[in-house]
């Protein structure tokens, strides 16, 4: 099953960037559609973003004209251009490709905060 490994996470400040990446593996054919999530303390997992093979995007509201999400040329990497972070972004970032694998990384820590 497919493997994911994230990175790029940290300690930002109110209105900070961060780029996070993620490399997947171990998938037996090409993979179409690539996604981000994040859970927050204490909360659920939630959807971010998610990029498919044709360009498509979609973006959950709170990360709609802050964040982007791309994909590597090789199509087993996908990244995520947070801009004008808040405390409220504060979560693990996890990538995973839809429809889900069970394997998830360990995820990487978005800390917002002054």
């Known amino acids: 099953q497919v493997q994911f490994v994230e990175s790029g996470g940290g300690l930002v400040q109110p209105g900070g960037s961060l780029r996070l990446s993620c490399s997947a593996s171990g998938s037996t054919r090409p993979i179409h559609t690539m996604a981000w999530y994040r859970q927050p303390p204490e909360k659920q997992r939630e959807l971010v973003a998610w990029?498919?093979?044709?360009?498509?995007?979609s973006y959950a509201d709170s990360a709609k004209g802050r964040f982007t999400i791309s994909r590597g040329n090789a199509g087993n990497t996908v990244y995520l251009q947070m801009n004008a972070l808040t405390p409220e972004d504060t979560a693990v970032y996890y990538c995973?490709?839809?429809?889900?694998?069970?394997?998830w990384g360990q995820g990487t820590q978005v800390t917002v905060s002054s």
């Open positions: 990029r498919n093979s044709y360009g498509l995007t």
């Open positions: 995973n490709v839809i429809p889900n694998s069970n394997s």
